[in-house]
């Protein structure tokens, strides 16, 4: 199975920040990645498809990038909304699977 | 308005069996990738399982064997059979959908329901 391994566990930020969090693929996954959002006692919610395809209505400070291995989602200016556990999940090959989650506080 | 919808969570024994329903509205299962979606409580997201619309199914290496997902097109709703249960598998099952075209990534979740495996 692909393990997807996100940094870091945690971050501390302030709104207006720049935040980068990062999901590395223990093998190519070419860009079938996608990001989630999920705030707390509520459902995730689709960010980002193919690794950086921004999904309708979802705010343009989010961004992905990456291929291969290594991809980062990047919040160009976090918003007090912003604060939540964000999740990459690939859909190369099954078994599906999910990052560890990075939690945004 | 699509909305997903799943029901059948309850405290159960380990060794036990348990069957998860999913009948959401907007849309039609068969038409769509279904997908089940756990996690346990303070953790992360676990894909469980999926069935595609043309009735391919895939499962987690977790519950290969004791899980299966199923479809019942008359009555619009997906099933998961959950079959010697384990602690581990305490969870909120999240029942989903994917887009249109069908893609493994999730679009639309149901609210959950809780499966409590314990003595």
């Known amino acids: 199975a692909i393990q997807l391994t996100q940094s870091p566990s945690s971050l501390s930020a302030s709104v207006g920040d720049r935040v980068t969090i990062t999901c590395r693929a223990s093998?190519?996954?070419?860009?079938?990645l996608a990001w989630y959002q999920q705030k707390p006692g509520k459902t995730p919610k689709l960010l980002i498809c193919d690794a950086s395809s921004l999904e309708s209505g979802v705010p343009s400070r989010f961004s992905g990038s990456g291929s291969g291995t290594d991809f980062t989602l990047t919040i160009s200016s976090l918003q007090p909304e912003d604060f939540a556990t964000y999740y990459c999940?690939?859909?190369?090959?099954?078994?599906?699977?999910f990052g560890g989650g990075t939690k945004v506080e | 308005e699509v909305q997903v919808v799943e029901s059948g969570g309850v405290l159960v024994q380990p060794g036990g069996s348990l069957r998860l329903s999913c009948a959401p509205s907007g849309f039609t299962v068969s038409d769509n990738y279904m997908t089940w979606v756990r996690q346990a409580p303070g953790k992360g997201l676990e894909w469980v399982s999926d069935?595609?619309?043309?009735?391919?199914?895939y499962y987690a290496d977790s519950v290969k064997g004791r899980f299966t997902i199923s479809r019942d097109n008359s009555k619009n709703t997906v099933y998961l059979q959950m079959s010697s249960l384990r602690a581990e598998d305490t969870a909120v099952y999240y029942c989903?959908?994917?887009?249109?075209?069908?893609?493994?990534?999730?679009?639309?979740w149901g609210q959950g329901t809780l499966v409590t495996v314990s003595t």
């Open positions: 069935i595609y619309s043309g009735g391919s199914a």
């Open positions: 989903a959908r994917g887009p249109t075209p069908p893609r493994p990534i999730v679009v639309y």
């Open positions: 093998q190519g996954i070419s860009t079938t």
């Open positions: 999940q690939q859909f190369n090959s099954y078994p599906l699977t």
